[in-house]
């Protein structure tokens, strides 16, 4: 894989920025790369590790003479980015972001981004509940999909060119309407994050079982929901806050499906549970067979564990 | 480890049986060890793979001279199988079973019990989503946690025999009420499964987002949901219809919950949302510290996939 672009600018420098930055380098896609993070404490860290090429001491001077401009910040801090670096954008360049809402972001960072410079929002579906600096790696994207949500009458070649990045990050990619976007990770992402938080907060709460035997005892299904439930608070409240209607539309359906499945079980039921519990197991084989998790009891983990 | 019982048999030949197997052969804790599965096609498989010293075409002849009787087969089918067994006890036998549920199991199995056999019930907490007689493996409980609930008057020798064997197949063990058993899993492993499989259930049922958007953007969160709802139908019906009370309340506790979140992402209360957020990251903590999960991101996984 060759060079896809001159100058790389990362304005965040927590799990994605950072994953980039290793991925970008694992096969030379970028000539320079440059990071900025609003606090000291992150850009002494990005120093100590050698994320980035050269980090910056201000988001102008990361920014000036970039190709791409990656904003890898929360959601609702895209805004306030933009504006601060929008009088530095060098004319053809692109600025890109990697929010995981993206109506949001188009409306926020869009009306910032000046005449001739490109602005084509992204969202890399590949994370993990880990952040900050020292959290990111090469592999991070490899075989996941991206998301690019070009506003319309957006320049092709731009987007081609950031296409190209993201695939010599190791990832698929595709393209779709913003609103689509948000409604289709309100399924897959946004409503299962806030149910995992939800349950891990009830265990939390609750007096008869004390917070012990959830630890304990948590192999049973659980842990799987804290680990989910450990993610960062200040993503996870911006991504609601951002995609609030999507969201409550599917926990809506959500909350009238779980009624059923709990008045099934008190009229004792049992066709019904075990009709359902059937039906969703094909979901999990789609999963597999499409390279999207390991097929492995318990993720793999079973057999590593300590 | 030494020898803990002569005989053992194995009544139903799935996940947890065929676990016990090769837990058991791997430090020689039992002489010999029959098993027993209602058909033909899972003794076939058996006997074929090596599951067990001796497969028995019959529950009777399996459980004759047995030292140690396991019943492991869903919580709903444990009564009938404990009546089939019955008159075939050995005095001074113990009968224990690996059962999800315990109220249920010790109502419906210990009338069965002959006087001079012990009924010491037990639950290992450890489990993945692959079912049948091929998907065990000997390190399935190492490190995890055994709950057994032996009746007030148990004979306590028996009780420490089951606890030997249970150690000696690498797991840690509590005795606890059954009551105080069914509302601990209820809150660790039931409620999580219900809500894993309504979650699953809601993005296969959605008109406006296809199973093959599901299924490919799958890696933001929901793969995990998809593990989970992925385990056995029958097991899981069973589950719920005979832990009825306590998995009732717990989901009256998250459904209020989930309310009250709902509320601050309509009403745009960043700050309950971000405390909440906050609070649970503590257990996570807690589970790790408790060497009950893992800390490499996303279970590990994230850097072995394909
Ligand atoms: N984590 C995931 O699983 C995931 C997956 C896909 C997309 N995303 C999206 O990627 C973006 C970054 O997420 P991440 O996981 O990389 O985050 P992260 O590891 O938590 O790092 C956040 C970065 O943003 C900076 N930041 C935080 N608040 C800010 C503010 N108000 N103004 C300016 N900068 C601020 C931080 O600076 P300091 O460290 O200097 O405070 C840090 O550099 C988010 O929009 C998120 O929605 C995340
Ligand atoms: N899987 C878990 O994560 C887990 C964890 C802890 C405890 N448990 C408990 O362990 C027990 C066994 O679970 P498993 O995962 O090992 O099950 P499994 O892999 O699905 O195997 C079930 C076994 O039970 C037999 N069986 C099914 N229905 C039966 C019926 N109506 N009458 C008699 N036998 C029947 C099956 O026989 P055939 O194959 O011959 O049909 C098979 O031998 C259950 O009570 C479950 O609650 C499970």
């Not at 120093?47 to 959601?75: K, N, Q, S, Y």
């Not at 950031?162 to 948000?182: P, S, T």
């Not at 409604?183 to 349950?199: E, G």
Request: hydrophobic content about 40%; proline content about 5%; aromatic content about 6%.
């Amino acid at each position: 894989m060759s060079q896809v672009y001159g100058r790389v600018a990362l304005i965040g420098l927590g799990l994605i920025a950072s994953s980039m930055f290793w991925a970008m380098r694992r096969t030379g896609l970028a000539t320079e790369v440059t990071g900025y993070s609003r606090s000291q404490e992150t850009r002494d860290t990005a120093t100590r590790i050698g994320l980035c090429d050269r980090i910056c001491d201000t988001a102008a001077e990361a920014v000036e003479g970039a190709d791409l401009v990656v904003l890898a910040v929360p959601v609702g801090a895209m805004g306030d980015v933009a504006a601060e670096i929008a009088p530095m954008l060098k004319p053809g360049a692109t600025v890109t972001d990697v929010g995981s809402v993206k109506r949001h972001v188009i409306e926020a960072v869009g009306p910032h981004v000046p005449d001739g410079v490109h602005f084509v929002p992204g969202h890399p579906l590949a994370g993990t509940e880990h952040s900050g600096p020292e959290s990111g790696f090469a592999e991070l994207f490899d075989n996941r999909w991206t998301l690019l949500v070009p506003p319309e009458g957006t320049d092709p070649a731009a987007i081609d060119r950031l296409r190209a990045l993201w695939e010599g990050m190791g990832a698929l990619v595709d393209e779709m309407d913003a609103d689509h976007h948000d409604l289709v990770l309100a399924v897959t992402s946004h409503a299962p994050h806030l149910i995992a938080y939800t349950m891990v907060g009830v265990a939390d709460d609750l007096r008869r079982v004390t917070d012990t035997e959830v630890i304990k005892y948590s192999a049973a299904g659980f842990r799987d929901f804290t680990r989910i439930a450990a993610s960062d608070p200040t993503m996870w409240r911006d991504v609601f806050l951002t995609n609030k209607d999507a969201t409550l539309e599917i926990l809506g359906r959500f909350t009238e499906e779980l009624f059923a499945l709990q008045r099934a079980i008190r009229t004792g039921d049992g066709g019904h549970l075990h009709d359902y519990f059937t039906r969703t197991r094909a979901i999990r084989r789609g999963v597999i067979e499409a390279g999207q998790d390991t097929d492995a009891p318990d993720f793999g983990r079973g057999r590593a564990k300590t």
